[in-house]
């Protein structure tokens, strides 16, 4: 198969949500990392769940509400100026180490970006990592309305680059993310890098990476 | 407004999912409740995955599935016994020790399960507890092949018995199964057993009980 474009997932694949953790110690001492930790799984819950519920609202929006329900379960306080100073914290969230090199090399294909965030927040966090000059495409579920991994969000990139979709490598780190990606049809990297357990989903990806810079030699 | 039909969730709502974590012990000793909690939340995860990726599995399977999921994390063994043991015990799940009387003393008006259970799970569940002359109908996700919040489930019920949503009283324990109901347009009480603050998902219920046994009162 020849790889026809390389569409990369942005949370947790190409940007470090760990890294928050330290960030999020100035608004809550000592709670960092329990925050970012319960924060980011009211994220994808909220995200699936308004999917379902076919109650979209944008991605800084579920990123706030999933703040809020996070801190409620932690007595934690939340309030205006926390969000915001959150959602710059999101934007300035920090990319791989090995994420500009990589982008590098694969210079002469298409690198793409689909993610649940919204436009705004995507070209404002590869903006912050001097990246945009190496990525040629960022597609986010807002023009669907629906959060991954409902197929019509990875429909966007068919439909957008008209390539078949098993000419399409997806390289994601959440495992129900690359689970998705693979049964909607496209050739799918999972990076791996806790070795976590895949979830059973009935799928599995086409290969299993423990850092993105192991991606090139495989394509 | 005049209440047409009450209708009840079962899992954790009629029937009590804590108390699987002593009859795990034996199967896991030492690790029933740390099981249960995980098994439980990848239950839910995987049934709200499947159902955006369009990839439906009936709830027997992502019961097993989710034990898989479970025990890969925990490092638990999970062979073929395991899964029929716990698919077994499952049949079993006790009701809440109100059940019974809540169930009589709604007699005059139709009482239904809406649940993402099989249909063969839910009157095994319903039989071992005594309670099938109690319930006068059982809907299942089964029948539209997607779970809870889709509104395809709770339209169901709409269907089934001809009534206006708004004179249909849902009552679950599962906060996003009850936002997801206020959302499709049921009057909605959630049972809030362990006083948890409401997940943030764009709408609350229209009432919140400590216990089951507080909703004669009110209907």
Same mark, same amino acid.
């Given at each position: 198969m020849e790889v026809g474009a390389v569409v990369f997932d942005a949370y947790g694949t190409l940007f470090d949500i760990d890294a928050l953790a330290p960030q999020c110690e100035s608004l809550w001492p000592g709670k960092g990392k329990a925050f970012v930790d319960l924060w980011r799984a009211k994220q994808l819950q909220y995200?699936?769940? +308004?999917? %379902?519920? &076919?109650?979209?609202?944008?991605?800084?929006?579920?990123? @706030?509400?999933?703040?809020?329900?996070?801190?409620?379960?932690?007595?934690?306080?939340?309030?205006?100026?926390?969000?915001?100073?959150?959602?710059?914290?999101? +934007?300035? %969230?920090? &990319?791989?180490?090995?994420?500009?090199?990589?982008?590098? @090399?694969?210079?002469?294909?298409?690198r793409v970006i689909l993610s649940n965030g919204s436009p705004a927040m995507l070209e404002a966090t590869v903006g912050n990592n001097g990246l945009s000059g190496e990525i040629d495409l960022i597609l986010s579920a807002d023009t669907v309305q629906v959060y991954k991994p409902d197929p019509r969000v990875y429909q966007l990139v068919v439909d957008k680059l008209a390539i078949e979709k098993e000419r399409i490598a997806f390289v994601s780190s959440n495992g129900w993310d690359a689970c998705g990606a693979k049964r909607f049809g496209f050739w799918v990297s999972w990076v791996n890098r806790m070795r976590s357990p895949l979830d059973e989903l009935g799928v599995v990806p086409d290969q299993i990476l423990s850092s993105l810079a192991e991606l090139p030699g495989y394509l």
């Amino acid at each position: 198969m020849e790889v026809g474009a390389v569409v990369f997932d942005a949370y947790g694949t190409l940007f470090d949500i760990d890294a928050l953790a330290p960030q999020c110690e100035s608004l809550w001492p000592g709670k960092g990392k329990a925050f970012v930790d319960l924060w980011r799984a009211k994220q994808l819950q909220y995200s699936w769940l +308004r999917s %379902l519920m &076919a109650s979209y609202v944008d991605f800084d929006v579920i990123t @706030a509400e999933a703040m809020v329900g996070a801190c409620k379960v932690l007595d934690l306080p939340c309030d205006v100026s926390h969000i915001r100073s959150f959602l710059k914290i999101i +934007r300035t %969230l920090q &990319a791989f180490p090995e994420v500009p090199a990589l982008l590098k @090399a694969l210079g002469g294909r298409k690198r793409v970006i689909l993610s649940n965030g919204s436009p705004a927040m995507l070209e404002a966090t590869v903006g912050n990592n001097g990246l945009s000059g190496e990525i040629d495409l960022i597609l986010s579920a807002d023009t669907v309305q629906v959060y991954k991994p409902d197929p019509r969000v990875y429909q966007l990139v068919v439909d957008k680059l008209a390539i078949e979709k098993e000419r399409i490598a997806f390289v994601s780190s959440n495992g129900w993310d690359a689970c998705g990606a693979k049964r909607f049809g496209f050739w799918v990297s999972w990076v791996n890098r806790m070795r976590s357990p895949l979830d059973e989903l009935g799928v599995v990806p086409d290969q299993i990476l423990s850092s993105l810079a192991e991606l090139p030699g495989y394509l």
